[in-house]
Each structure stands twice: as C-alpha cells, then as structure tokens.
C-alpha cells in the first residue's frame, strides 16, 4: 500500500516525520533510483526506497530490543562531550536501533531500543500514558514521603497525574520506594523527590508498559520474545 514517504521513512525508525522532510528535500531519498520530491507516495513492498543509497528497512528487518541501561551512560545514539551512550551497549546486535523514552545519565534499569518507528510513536505519544515504575532509594525526611510524594499533582508549574508510591524499606533517613508514574515528564521523579526534601542516591527502571526488567544483568540486553512485542503493540497496561 502506497503511503507518503515521511511515514515510511518513521515508521522504519529512520527519523522523525518532520526530519524526513529535510531529507527528501535534500535529495537524500531516492524512489526506484529516482531523487524523490516532497509529497511523493511509495509502497515499500513494491518499490526500491532508499536514504543515502542505503535500502529501507522492511519490517521484516525491526528489531526490539530490552536494555539493562547502567548509570554513566546517556540516552542517545552520539553525544558532543564524547560520553558513554546506550548505542554502545547494542552496538553487537548488527542493527541501528533508538532508544524509546529516556533515562538520565545517573539513572539505570529497563531501556526499550527498536528501529520500528510506528511502535516509538505509539509508546511516546501523549495520549498512551504509559506506566513505569522504578525502584528509588532515598535519603532524608522519609516519614511520610509516600503519602507527601503521591499527593504531587503540580510540579513546577506542569500539572502530573498522581504517583502510586508504596514504601519497601525505611529506617531512619533513608528509603526504597516503588514509584509508578505515567507521564515521564523531564526528570520527574528527582524533582517529585526534591520537592518533598529527599536526596535520590540511586533510581532504577523496573517495569515499563508491559515489560519487567527482570534478572537481566546492568549493561546486557536482549530481544524481546513474540508475546512482549504483540503486547507493546496493544492497549497501555495501567
């Protein structure tokens, strides 16, 4: 089925939609060894599609991808200060993958890296709200802090659903907690954390969607299994 190249072109997790106009607009596209123009259609299993001389992925060729993201790593493919990236870490599977949301440099655990941008688009937009919780040791004022942490619904002027908190552990200064949140606004769960008057001394992803980190050792991967994918692809698990 023919569709506009733009949509090809994200859906193989080449680049976004807008970004792939810049490319068919510098000739970078190519339609049956044609230089394609804005606007131009293309159905992928009958035509040669090609960016930079390179074939279009088929979504025979997608890959999905489970990450055990260490800290000292950043999400992201390159980086200008020449710091460690997750790409590193997949770099083995033999395929260009991105990495699906983000985790702060200090921050580790589950990292979904694919090529397929239709599904990318589906678990980031807006409207999915997908849960993701994360394993939170904390120190200072713990009594109280999941009480105080769930009732955030204002964060800096961004207005946030309200977390599940549940607290695993505690002593005197110090806590792990389980937070789930929705959103994933930028950093969210230090700033809830700070907000409250609680130092993050270590932040891991457990769960995201329909995914479990597992046992899966800090700094491996693997592939997801058929069910995973089947699952990532349906409704968001709440």
Same mark, same amino acid.
């Given at each position: 089925?023919?569709?506009?190249?733009?949509?090809?072109?994200?859906?193989?997790?080449?680049?976004?939609?807008?970004?792939?106009?810049?490319?068919?607009?510098?000739?970078?596209?190519?339609?049956?060894?044609?230089?394609?123009?804005?606007?131009?259609?293309?159905?992928?299993?009958?035509?040669?599609?090609?960016?930079?001389?390179?074939?279009?992925?088929?979504?025979?060729?997608?890959?999905?991808?489970?990450?055990?993201?260490?800290?000292?790593?950043?999400?992201?493919?390159?980086?200008?200060?020449?710091?460690?990236?997750?790409?590193?870490?997949? #770099?083995? =599977?033999?395929?260009?993958?991105?990495? !699906?949301? $983000? &985790?702060?440099?200090?921050? *580790?655990?589950? %990292?979904?890296?694919?090529?397929?941008?239709?599904?990318?688009?589906?678990?980031?937009?807006?409207?999915?709200?997908?849960?993701?919780?994360?394993?939170?040791?904390?120190?200072?004022?713990?009594?109280?802090?999941?009480?105080?942490?769930?009732?955030?619904?204002?964060?800096?002027?961004?207005?946030?659903?309200?977390?599940?908190?549940?607290?695993?552990?505690?002593?005197?200064?110090?806590?792990?907690?389980?937070?789930?949140?929705?959103?994933?606004?930028?950093?969210?769960?230090? #700033?809830? =954390?700070?907000?409250?008057?609680?130092? !993050?001394? $270590? &932040?891991?992803?457990?769960? *995201?969607?329909? %995914?479990?980190?597992?046992?899966?050792?800090?700094?491996?991967?693997?592939?997801?299994?058929?069910?995973?994918?089947?699952?990532?692809?349906?409704?968001?698990?709440?």
């Amino acid at each position: 089925m023919e569709e506009r190249l733009q949509k090809l072109l994200s859906a193989a997790g080449v680049c976004s939609r807008r970004a792939a106009e810049d490319y068919i607009i510098a000739g970078r596209v190519t339609v049956n060894g044609e230089t394609a123009e804005l606007g131009r259609r293309a159905d992928p299993d009958r035509d040669d599609i090609r960016v930079d001389g390179k074939p279009l992925a088929s979504k025979a060729d997608h890959a999905y991808l489970l990450l055990n993201k260490p800290r000292g790593y950043v999400t992201t493919l390159s980086d200008e200060k020449g710091r460690k990236t997750v790409a590193d870490l997949v #770099r083995d =599977c033999g395929i260009r993958v991105y990495p !699906v949301g $983000r &985790l702060d440099l200090d921050s *580790e655990g589950l %990292l979904l890296m694919t090529n397929d941008g239709e599904l990318m688009q589906h678990l980031l937009h807006p409207s999915g709200e997908v849960n993701k919780t994360y394993l939170v040791s904390v120190f200072g004022p713990v009594d109280g802090a999941a009480e105080r942490l769930a009732a955030i619904t204002d964060l800096e002027g961004e207005t946030i659903r309200p977390a599940q908190v549940e607290v695993l552990r505690r002593t005197h200064q110090t806590a792990e907690l389980s937070i789930t949140i929705h959103e994933g606004k930028n950093r969210q769960i230090r #700033r809830m =954390c700070s907000a409250c008057g609680l130092t !993050v001394k $270590r &932040l891991r992803r457990i769960r *995201e969607h329909s %995914l479990e980190l597992g046992d899966l050792t800090c700094g491996q991967w693997r592939y997801l299994t058929e069910d995973e994918i089947a699952a990532l692809k349906g409704p968001s698990v709440n």
